[in-house]
């Protein structure tokens, strides 16, 4: 037989695509020709899959080798290719029969000895496949815990090509997964290791509830680092879709942990401030590869020392937070990831980072309005939360009188006001109030009185409020209602919405 063809996926972003490899051999000078858009390291397995066909002990056809990867407009990178390409040419030099290769998503790289190793992506690769009508897929050993977190896909371990060659002849079988016991996760930070800080506190309730974004602006000390750590242990655990999400993601960065565990607890990034603009929102030669901002999805992006960021890093996350979607377009293809997240970002009010009004302060007024300025409007005003902490005062951090909440009971607090906005937003397909486009809550059944929005309105038409500033209060004052048990805001909680929005919450 002069023609063979075997399934594989290939990635774009997190996006599966299945991919037929087919082989031709013809006669001619012997060598191997690979059309489909290949990128470097797909090029380079002609090298690695003839090495790896002749110390597996079987013959390498000497003969003309054409090798196309369907469909040939899509770009193809990686290495997850080789063990799909290896069998292809066995089966199309009549070594294996074909009808073992039918309907099998066959996933992995080899190495010259013939050991099938591990790949990214295999999450992602495995649904596209359950996507694409296959029901079975092979993959290499390491990687088959993950793949079986996909329903209605048979999954298969191999660990050689020569355990692939015995399967498909039939004197040899392929592995179970391994189902390793998975490492129990480290407990998270409890919120009643903050002292002190009641707005603060409330701030991260009211954020956590609604899926707001939250500024932390106080002196060294005053606790916004720790606030800002504890808000994923009062959020509620990711269901099954928001976790395939956020589990591709880190499958393709390659930063799965062992044990083939789908990711409940919502991720927290944390990049430092000399962060570049590809490491945060994404970026690299090819195919773009997801950032930190990509690797927060459904959970928190925290950016300490916000100001010392390069201002070009900062103003990159503005329309990403707007759409919830980064795309990102490389000489190799536009790659899109999901950007769903929740920022907080958190900022000394001066560079000395000394009490205001303190002798000691180092900085003149306009210094201080420097420093913060940094933060440009744009970004600012898509944050809708804004808290200014106070110094550390010693009856709050060494007082052992009064019990200090912990997450657990925020938590439960944060479930109910999410449970009620969900069973009002669910229906046209919105998760959390940060969600709710600002015309839903201008219009009936959810515009409030003008009696209850008269200071919203009349800051607005002053300039003092943005349209965007005034969809982002509104939405705020329906999650201080959720977690006060009302069916929808009134004067009171859009007052405190709107001192949450200006930080004159006290």
Known sequence: MS???????????????LVEVEVDIAPGLPGVTLTGLPDTALNEARDRVRAAIVNSGEEWPNRRLTVNLLPATLPKRGSAFDLAI?????????????????????????????????????????????RAGLTRAVVPLQNADEA??????????????????????????????????????????????????????????????????????????????MLAERLPSVLPELDDLAALEVTAVHS?????????????????????????????????????????????????????????????????????????RVTLNRTGGTTEYPTRVQLIIAANPCPCAKPAGDSACECTPLARRRYLGRLSGPLLDRIDLRVRLHAMRAADLVGVDQPREGSTAVAARVAQARAAAAVRWSPQGWRTNAEV???????????????????????????????RGFDRTLRLAWTISDLDGLDRPGAGEVAEASQLRAGEHG
Do not use: N
Request: aromatic share 2%.
């Open 3 to 17: 023609y063979a063809k075997v399934c594989c996926i290939g990635l774009v972003g997190v996006e599966g695509h």
């Open 86 to 130: 290896a069998a292809g040419i066995l089966a199309c030099a009549g070594e294996l029969p074909p009808v073992g290769l039918d309907g099998v998503a066959i996933l992995g790289e080899l190495g010259l000895d013939g050991a099938v190793r591990p790949i990214r992506g295999v999450l992602p690769m495995v649904a596209a496949a359950a």
């Open 148 to 225: 079986t977190v996909v329903p209605g896909v048979d999954v298969r371990a191999v660990d050689t090509l020569q355990r692939l060659i015995g399967f498909v002849r039939g004197t040899d079988t392929l592995l179970p997964p391994p189902g390793l016991p998975q490492p129990p996760l480290p407990p998270a930070p409890d919120l009643a290791d903050v002292a002190g800080q009641p707005v603060g506190r409330r701030a991260i309730e009211v954020a956590a509830a609604g899926g707001h974004h939250l500024a932390l602006i106080g002196p060294p000390g005053a606790g916004k680092t």
């Open 252 to 324: 393709i960065a390659g930063m799965l942990p062992p044990g083939g565990r789908l990711l409940r607890r919502p991720p927290f990034q944390a990049p430092h401030h000399t962060a570049s603009l590809a490491s945060l929102v994404g970026g690299g030669s090819g195919i773009a590869r997801p950032g930190a901002l990509s690797l927060a999805h459904r959970g928190v992006l925290f950016l300490d020392e916000a100001p010392e960021f390069a201002s070009r890093v900062l103003d990159s996350l503005r329309q990403p937070l707007e759409s919830g």
């Open 437 to 467: 486009p600002g015309a839903a809550l201008r219009r009936p059944p959810w515009q409030l009185p003008a009696a209850d929005i008269g200071r919203l309105q009349t800051a607005l038409d002053r300039g003092a409020l943005t349209a």
